[in-house]
Structures are given as C-alpha cells and as structure tokens.
C-alpha cells in the first residue's frame, strides 16, 4: 500500500480480498498514519495488537454454533 498499489492490484494477489484492503487501508492511513512514507513502520507486534484488537471487535458468531454438539459428534466419527 505504500508504495502505491491499489486495491484492485493488491487483490488480483490473491493474498487478500478488496474489502479486506479497503478495510485495512482505512486502519493503517486514517486512524495509524502509517501510509505516509515519511512515518516509519512500527514493529510487528503494534501490527498485531492493533489488528486484533479491530478483529475481535467485529466478531459475529457462528451459522454453526447452535449446531456445535452435532457437528463435534460427526467430526469425531469421520476424522
């Protein structure tokens, strides 16, 4: 992203889709600044708490959860 790549480049990747960028470019330019060449990248752990803490925010739970006793029966039969 700081070198110029847009969404649709970064998801023709296949590494990450284009609502996940855009999402993660709001995070890293709006709210860390850390798209602007001239503000050094912080280390991998500020990434990581920043981004988890985004993530568990937006958690929904699960289609399966109401599901769970049987899909843990059936797994347990077929693995």
């Known amino acids: ?3 110029g790549d847009s969404d649709r480049a970064l998801d023709k990747t296949g590494l ?3 609502p996940k960028v855009k999402a993660l470019r709001a995070v890293a330019s709006e709210q860390q600044g ?3 060449p001239a503000t050094p990248l912080p280390d991998e752990s500020v990434f990581a708490k920043v981004f988890a803490s985004a993530a568990t925010q937006k958690r929904s739970s699960s289609n399966v959860e109401p599901y ?3 899909a843990e029966r059936w797994a347990e039969l077929v693995i």
């Open 1 to 3: 992203m700081r070198l």
């Open 16 to 18: 990450i889709g284009r």
């Open 34 to 36: 850390w798209l602007s």
């Open 68 to 70: 769970r006793s049987f």
